[in-house]
């Protein structure tokens, strides 16, 4: 997702400030997680358990077989970080196949057939599209790990509570300039995280 | 009402190219679900072992790979001769990418045993290249190493996600690995993912 936080080339220092900011990558936590560094592991899921429950809600449409997904996915990722192979790409996309083989187990444990719930914007998508899009949301959801909060609190104000930038000063209690410079710097921040994964 | 990018971001700062960046990472928030909120049950990672599984070395990895390779075998055959009017029983495999493609990947998914003699599977791949004119993909299993039975053949599109439903043989206890191969009209084909 951000493997690694190249960066930023940006001329504007409005824009740029604070984006290049070093970051562990994934690849990394999961070859420390492979030596049983708890620590690790923990970043991980810090990073991950929205989006691997996302993904689940998504697949499986159900709150609780999604969250015993989540348990699962993270159980193997700590089994099998060893497999992981820093030379074979980033992190993220083994992350995303390992949270989909779980849920792949959930349905056989159930004996059942898969869900695939699918939002409301992928009611007319067919297969290739249902699977880009959870890789799209995976990702995006994921990125947004990686804001500092009071920058993630105006993203999610603005996208998924639908407040104006007004309105979401006056919620925050923070002047208006503020709420600009945070949204401006949390979408440049997001940029960077998303660019590899979602060219 | 959905939040207007002009009015986030303004553009008086920002280079054409940053505010493309800016503008695709716009549209990809407005396309998205909101992220799930954690339960308490999810508020802390699951419990584990003290370590996880160590990766052998030298002989002892191939040692490990011969029993494996045997107990793989056992539980292929043990599965699939289940799923011969037996149980509901699908299996998964995974499958990374060689050579030039070494960051692909795929999930296959094999159904339970259907009429006629087949199974139904779907695969997810990821990071193959949009096929060309004349070009397309075949995902063959393989016996000792060597393409057997050819499943199907398809194509990529521009997606970087490619989900495809194929066939399988009933048989598949015989069968030891898989492999997708690219296939250029009139050429020979070279493998590009295997399990």
């Known amino acids: 997702m951000h493997e690694p936080l190249a960066p930023s080339t940006s001329n504007s220092p409005n824009l740029s400030a604070d984006v290049a900011t070093p970051v562990v990558s994934d690849g990394e936590l999961l070859v420390a997680t492979a030596t049983g560094d708890r620590k690790a ?15 689940a809600l998504a697949r499986l449409g159900d709150r609780g077989r999604a969250e015993d997904a989540v348990q699962e996915t993270f159980t193997s990722i700590w089994r099998a970080a060893a497999t992981y192979r820093p030379e074979r790409g980033p992190g993220a996309p083994w992350l995303f196949t390992v949270a989909r083989n779980a849920m792949s187990n959930q349905w056989r444990a159930r004996g059942d057939l898969p869900v695939e719930a699918p939002d409301e914007q992928s009611l007319e998508l067919g297969p290739d599209e249902r699977a880009e899009q959870a890789w799209r949301s995976f ?10 909060a009071e920058q993630r609190a105006v993203v999610e104000l603005a996208y998924w509570h639908e407040l104006s930038q007004r309105e979401i000063a006056a919620r925050l209690a923070i002047p208006l300039g503020t709420v ?9 921040r997001l940029a960077v995280a998303l660019k590899e994964d979602l060219q | 009402m959905s939040p207007d990018f002009n009015e986030l971001v303004g553009g008086e ?37 003290r370590r996880p599984p160590r990766i052998p ?71 193959l290249p949009a096929s060309a004119r004349n070009t397309w993909y075949e ?10 039975e050819l499943c199907g053949r398809f194509r990529a599109g521009q997606s970087a996600l ?10 598949l206890e015989e069968y030891t690995g898989w492999i997708v191969t690219a296939r250029i009209s009139g050429q020979q084909s070279r493998v590009l993912l295997t399990t």
């Open chain 1, 180 to 188: 600009k410079t945070r949204t401006r710097m949390a979408l440049q």
């Open chain 1, 139 to 148: 990702c995006i959801h994921r990125s947004l790990e990686v804001l500092p």
């Open chain 2, 162 to 171: 490619t989900v495809v439903r194929l066939n399988a043989p009933d048989d």
């Open chain 2, 13 to 49: 700062n920002a280079t054409p190219e940053e505010l493309a960046g800016l503008r695709r990472v716009h549209e990809l928030l407005l396309s998205a679900t909101p992220p799930p909120e954690l339960s308490r049950r999810l508020a802390l990672p699951p419990r584990i072992r």
């Open chain 2, 57 to 127: 070395t030298g002989r002892m990895r191939a040692a490990f790979a011969l029993a494996a390779a045997a107990a793989v075998g056992i539980a292929f055959g043990l599965g699939y001769s289940l799923g011969h009017g037996g149980p509901l029983l699908t299996v998964t495999r995974s499958m990374h990418g060689v050579g030039p493609l070494a960051s692909a990947s795929a999930l296959i998914e094999v159904g339970k045993s259907e009429a006629g003699g087949k199974r139904e599977l779907e695969m997810t791949v990821r990071g």
């Open chain 2, 139 to 148: 995902l063959y299993l393989t016996k000792r190493g060597e393409p057997n």
């Open chain 1, 41 to 55: 592991f923990g970043e991980l899921y810090d990073r991950y358990a929205r989006a691997v429950l996302g993904l």
